[in-house]
Antibody
Framework: EVQLLESGGGLVQPGGSLRLSCAAS????????MSWVRQAPGKGLEWVSG????????NYADSVKGRFTISRDNYKNTLYLQMNSLRAEDTAVYYC??????????WGQGTLVTVSS | AIQLTQSPSSLSAYVGDRVTITCRAS??????LAWYQQKPGKPPKLLIY???SLESEVPSRFSGGGSGTDFALTISSLQPEDFATYYC?????????FGHGTKVDIK
């Protein structure tokens, strides 16, 4: 059974940093691209970042480019999102998702990031 | 970035109704479109990929169609468990983008 378990969310002050993790199991993690998608409270889905299976290609939404860094450890079956210079508008539930052809066939339960003073 | 415009933003329907949600892309994306269902407090669930392919274990009352810029998700006979918010997503270009969602509730 495919499982994606996010962790690392919490309350952080504006300008602060946070690192999210997503532990994957039940599939060959090293073979699949992965992404982070977020959802602000009461709002829609926003794609944040994606990384190729081998980790050598990354993409970012304009809203986070230069502040967030996606990475992965294929030995630990873990996806990461390093978030720096956090803003109030980054407050959201952050989901990790397994990318298939371009769609996302498995999602974690999400971790809440709240940016507030 | 490619913009996806979903219509309507919300709708009310009866159990048993046929429901259609549309998604228009700001430029042609071929068939690089997926549809998701999301219930409150839960992650999205993939329903349709490649515009018209039904994801495994998704009921056959869900169907997708379209290509290029105009797409549709149809629920042939709405069931109580189908009341949720639906999103389209394009994967033709980066950044990936989602539609703003269509909330389907009980009439």
């Amino acid at each position: 059974e495919v499982q994606l378990l996010e962790s690392g969310g919490g309350l952080v002050q504006p300008g602060g940093s946070l690192r999210l993790s997503c532990a994957a199991s039940g599939f060959s993690f090293r073979s699949w691209a992965m992404s982070w998608v977020r959802q602000a409270p009461g709002k829609g889905l926003e794609w944040v970042s994606g990384i190729s299976a081998g980790g050598n290609t990354t993409n970012y939404a304009d809203s986070v480019k230069g502040r967030f860094t996606i990475s992965r450890d294929n030995y630990k079956n873990t996806l990461y999102l390093q978030m720096n210079s956090l803003r109030a508008e980054d407050t959201a539930v952050y989901y990790c998702a397994k990318r298939r052809y371009g769609d996302y066939d498995y999602w974690g339960q999400g971790t809440l990031v709240t940016v507030s003073s | 970035a490619i913009q996806l415009t979903q219509s309507p933003s919300s709708l009310s329907a009866y159990v048993g109704d046929r429901v259609t949600i549309t998604c228009r892309a700001s430029q042609g994306i071929g068939s690089a479109l997926a549809w998701y269902q999301q219930k409150p407090g839960k992650p999205p669930k993939l329903l349709i990929y490649d515009a018209s392919s039904l994801e495994s274990e998704v009921p056959s009352r869900f169907s997708g169609g379209g290509s290029g810029t105009d797409f549709a998700l149809t629920i042939s006979s709405l069931q109580p468990e189908d009341f949720a918010t639906y999103y389209c997503q394009q994967f033709d270009n980066y950044p990936r983008t989602f539609g703003h969602g269509t909330k389907v509730d009980i009439k």
